[in-house]
């Protein structure tokens, strides 16, 4: 006979915390977020923790290498997608572990042809003031020339004069050619009273422009996760099928960590992952999703250094209607969290847990962290910044970016739902969507910071360690969720006048 779960399975929005007493030093520049994701006996330190509890998710339309160094400046981690070939990916990685601070790759490009129209529609869309023009109009083109406000008159020059007649020329640029350091970029711009330098290799395709507001980019990080090369520290997706030949390379390429992206790890394709990668390479490896305490203890004891929860939660997920699988978000790190709690009291080996999925309002994460979770991982969130490697689009009103699940027909990632069978993605288990363009991952994320920081301070913890052993949770009812919001009132942006 099949056996039940009676309770209701329960996902964040369901709980609040209840304040506990702050005292005087309870404030938010004293909480300190730093957290593990590998494992570790009591009494050590672990091999890898983050500054932030964040991780963006393993998917094509969230983490690549730019959201990588630009999250990993922040304090957190991204896990660059693996579905796409073993070289592109071990590229992205090496990206990032080369990457210098204070060198960006040009967001802000367009090709001679296009028109001033299209410089002014771009630098509003994108608030960048200046636009690199090269032959393709992509970030990494022949450089042609740079627009600035300075390169045209709004009163004299037509809009569609063509940017070709108005931008000043390679021929007339001050350059860098790659392999140049970023003092020596910098002495340039200070010398030639430049704005921006722009970095090219032996074949002038842009690789780089280094700003002069940012020169300071490190000092104003001190968050940023850092190996002791002082390179930036990333994550790697792998499967459980092509992974004795993506291992190698991406450990070649630097990477510091990885983890087996899958819908469902409770598998034993998962176990012989984690022991291949364990018995053959020196590089940290989590394994999941799981949902329960059996998940949770089978990829423990394969090896797994830390462990992902959550099944059917995220934003794009449609396996909960495909296939009727998975549990509410909370529930299954509760049950986790409780199973993590016991290994450790019996084994004195403590096991990170990573929330993955389904967090909507930034407190979900403080609520996650409260539950149980060291870190959290997030797909929907990331996806709004410029960062995100997907297009921003103008739909209505309103700015857009494109944001898909692994397993649409878009991304085809079958490797990820895989079950031993035909190879391929059979049925689709992720919508292809928008979700709202939202600025730049550091303002967002500051912004989240400071608000989960102030809710630690209510719960009287200034670690995340103290939120997970004194939160007090409740549930909430479904008719008191209706006092949560703004509630018999009327809104002033709904249109309605004052009168
Ligand atoms: P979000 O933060 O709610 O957007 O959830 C992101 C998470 O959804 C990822 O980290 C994956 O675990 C999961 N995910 C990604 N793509 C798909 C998909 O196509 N179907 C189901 N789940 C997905």
């Known amino acids: 006979m099949a056996q039940y779960y009676l309770e209701p399975s329960r996902t964040f929005s369901e709980f609040l915390l209840i304040p506990n007493l702050s005292t005087k030093n309870c404030t938010p520049q004293n909480v300190d977020l730093k957290t593990p994701i590998t494992k570790f006996k009591k009494g050590e330190q672990p091999a890898i923790s983050l500054n932030i509890p964040f ?20 304090g957190g981690i991204s896990f660059i997608f693996g579905s796409q070939s073993v070289e592109d990916q071990a590229a992205m990685v090496r990206k990032v572990k080369e990457y210098k601070a204070g060198f960006v790759v040009s967001r802000s490009n367009l090709k ?18 200046t636009v690199a023009i090269t032959e393709d109009g992509t970030s990494s083109g022949k450089l042609l020339g740079i627009v600035t406000s300075r390169d045209y008159r709004l009163s004299r020059d037509s809009l569609s004069k063509p940017i070709s007649e108005f931008m000043t020329p390679f021929s007339s640029l001050i350059y860098g050619t790659s392999g140049i350091t970023l ?49 930036y520290i990333v994550g790697a997706g792998i499967n459980t099928k092509d992974y004795m030949e993506r291992v190698p390379a991406l450990v070649d ?80 790190l509760i049950e986790v969290a409780e199973a993590r709690e016991q290994y450790y009291k019996e ?40 960062e995100s490697p997907t297009k921003k689009l103008k739909v209505g009103n309103n700015f857009v970016k494109e944001f898909w699940g692994e397993g649409s027909n878009r991304a085809r990632n079958w490797q990820r739902y ?69 509630h018999d009132v009327i809104m002033k942006d709904n249109g309605l006048s004052a009168e």
């Open 253 to 332: 390429a630097g990477v510091d960590i990885l983890v087996i992206d899958s819908s469902d790890g409770y598998s034993e394709w998962q176990y012989e992952t984690v022991q291949y990668v364990k018995q053959n390479f020196d590089v940290k490896i989590g394994a999941g999703n799981v949902v329960d305490r059996e998940g949770f203890l089978y990829l423990v004891e394969a090896g797994a250094d830390f462990v992902k929860v959550g099944i059917g939660g995220g934003s794009i997920c449609i396996t909960r209607e495909q296939k009727g699988i998975g549990r509410g978000q909370a529930s299954a």
């Open 183 to 231: 003092p020596e970029a910098n002495d340039l711009i200070w010398e030639k009273k430049l704005n921006c330098l722009p970095i090219v290799d032996e074949n002038q395709l842009l690789q780089h422009l280094v700003f002069r507001k940012d020169y300071d980019a490190d000092k104003e990080n001190p968050q940023g996760l850092l190996d002791t090369n002082k390179s």
């Open 112 to 129: 001679p042809e296009q028109t001033l129209a299209d410089v002014l529609k771009l630098k509003e869309e994108n608030q960048h003031s």
């Open 418 to 486: 895989d079950s031993g069978g035909k190879q391929g993605l059979v049925f689709e288990e992720g919508v292809d969507s928008y979700v709202p363009y939202a600025g730049s991952l550091k303002e967002n994320l500051d912004k989240t910071i400071h608000k989960i920081k102030s809710t630690m301070c209510n719960c009287g913890s200034l670690t995340i360690e103290e939120l997970q052993n004194n939160a007090r949770i409740t549930l909430v009812s479904a008719t008191s969720l209706v006092e949560g919001g703004a």
């Open 347 to 386: 084994t004195g080996i403590y096991v990170p847990i990573c929330s993955d999925g389904g967090i909507v309002h930034d407190y979900h994460i403080t609520l996650a962290l409260a539950m149980g979770a060291d870190f959290v991982m997030m797909g929907r969130y990331f996806a709004r910044f410029d």
């Open 55 to 74: 991780s963006s998710a393993v998917m094509q339309s969230v983490s690549d290498h730019n959201m990588a160094t630009a999250l990993a400046r922040c």
